[in-house]
C-alpha cells in the first residue's frame, strides 16, 4: 500500500467464502484481501467446527469485517458468492434461522463501525481464490483454527454423523462439493420465494431454472435402469435431477423424511454408479430443516 495513502481512506476488496462438508458438518471460511489496485494483503481463513456452509460464510464475513477494522480500514467491499448471504445483508431476504441470526447482528454491527461498506453477490468464477483457500482448509493442508468455533466444539456440538465420517474418510471431490453447494445456494433461493406448501412438480421446475441460471448441466426425471440376471430391466425409477452427470437431487414436498427416502437415493446412488445425492424436501417452514446430504 503507498505510504501516501492512509489506511482509513482507502477501500479495500475482501473475496469471502464458507463451506461445510455435510451441511452440517466440518466447515471452514477463506478470504482474501486486496487493495483497490489489486495489492494482496492477506490470506485467512480457518475452520469453524461442525457447522452449515451459510454459517461459514457468515464467519468468513465477520473474519473480513475484524480485518478491517482492526487494521483501520473503514472501506470496505466484500465479494461473494452466497446469494443469500449478500441478500440477507443488503436486507432483501429477512434472516429467519436462530443459527444465523446472531452472526447477522454481529455483521451489522462491525458494517455501523465503517464509513462506506458495500456487498455483492458475484459468480463463482469470480470468487476462485477465496474458494481455493477455504477447500485448502478444509482438507487439512491450511491448519489455522477458530477459538469461537473450538469453545462451541467443546461446549456441546454432536459427533459427526456416520455419513460425515464416511466422507472424512473418502473425501468427495471438491469440484463435486461446489457443485452441491450451488444446488444448496438455488433451493434456498427457491425456498425463500415460494415457501412451503407447494406440490413438488412446481419446486421442481423452479428449482431446475434457478440451476440452469447458475450455469449448470441440469438433466430432468432421468431414467435409471436396473440390472438384474443379466438382463436390462426399465422399471420406471427416474431420478428427480441429475445435476453435472455427478450429482443426484431427489426432490419432496411432505411433512417430513422417513427413512425409506434416504434407502431410496442410496439404491439410486448405486445403481447411477454415483456417490452423492442431496434430499430437498420444500414443505418445511425453515429449508435447512429440509435438505439431507446423502454419501456412499
Do not use: W
Not at 457468515?58 to 475484524?66: C, H, K
Not at 422417513?258 to 424436501?281: A, C, D, E, F, M
Request: aromatic share 4%.
Amino acid at each position: 500500500m503507498p505510504a501516501s495513502t492512509p489506511p482509513s481512506r482507502e477501500e479495500i476488496i475482501a473475496h469471502i467464502d464458507g463451506a461445510s462438508r455435510g451441511n452440517p458438518g466440518p466447515a471452514a471460511y477463506g478470504v482474501i484481501v486486496k487493495t483497490s489496485a489489486g495489492e494482496h494483503l492477506a490470506s485467512i481463513s480457518a475452520m469453524v467446527g461442525t457447522a452449515t456452509n451459510n454459517v461459514a460464510e457468515y464467519r468468513g464475513l465477520l473474519a473480513a469485517l475484524d480485518y478491517a477494522l482492526e487494521n483501520q480500514y473503514l472501506h470496505l467491499k466484500v465479494l461473494t458468492d452466497s446469494e443469500l448471504l449478500a441478500r440477507q445483508i443488503e436486507g432483501t431476504y429477512r434472516v429467519r434461522h436462530p443459527d444465523l441470526k446472531p452472526l447477522y447482528e454481529a455483521a451489522r454491527e462491525k458494517i455501523g463501525r465503517l464509513q462506506t461498506f458495500a456487498i455483492r453477490h458475484v459468480p463463482r468464477e469470480e470468487n476462485r481464490e477465496a474458494d481455493r483457500l477455504c477447500n485448502q482448509t478444509l482438507d487439512g493442508k491450511l491448519q489455522h483454527k477458530d477459538p469461537k468455533a473450538q469453545r462451541n466444539q467443546n461446549s456441546g456440538d454432536t459427533e459427526p454423523s456416520a455419513l460425515q465420517a464416511q466422507t472424512s474418510q473418502n473425501p468427495i471431490p471438491v469440484e463435486l462439493e461446489q457443485i452441491a453447494k450451488k444446488v444448496v445456494d438455488a433451493a434456498y433461493r427457491v425456498h425463500s420465494t415460494l415457501g412451503p406448501g407447494l406440490i413438488e412438480s412446481v419446486y421442481e421446475t423452479c428449482l431446475l431454472y434457478e440451476l440452469n441460471k447458475r450455469g449448470l448441466n441440469v438433466r430432468q426425471q432421468v431414467e435409471v435402469p436396473i440390472e438384474y440376471d443379466g438382463i436390462r430391466i426399465n422399471a420406471g425409477l427416474r431420478l428427480d435431477l441429475l445435476v453435472e452427470e455427478s450429482l443426484v437431487v431427489e426432490l419432496k414436498a411432505i411433512d417430513g423424511f422417513l427413512p425409506v427416502h434416504t434407502s431410496q437415493l442410496l439404491t439410486y446412488l448405486k445403481l447411477s454408479g454415483l456417490r452423492l445425492g442431496l434430499l430437498i424436501n420444500f414443505n418445511v417452514p425453515v429449508i435447512r430443516d429440509g435438505i439431507k446430504r446423502v454419501v456412499l
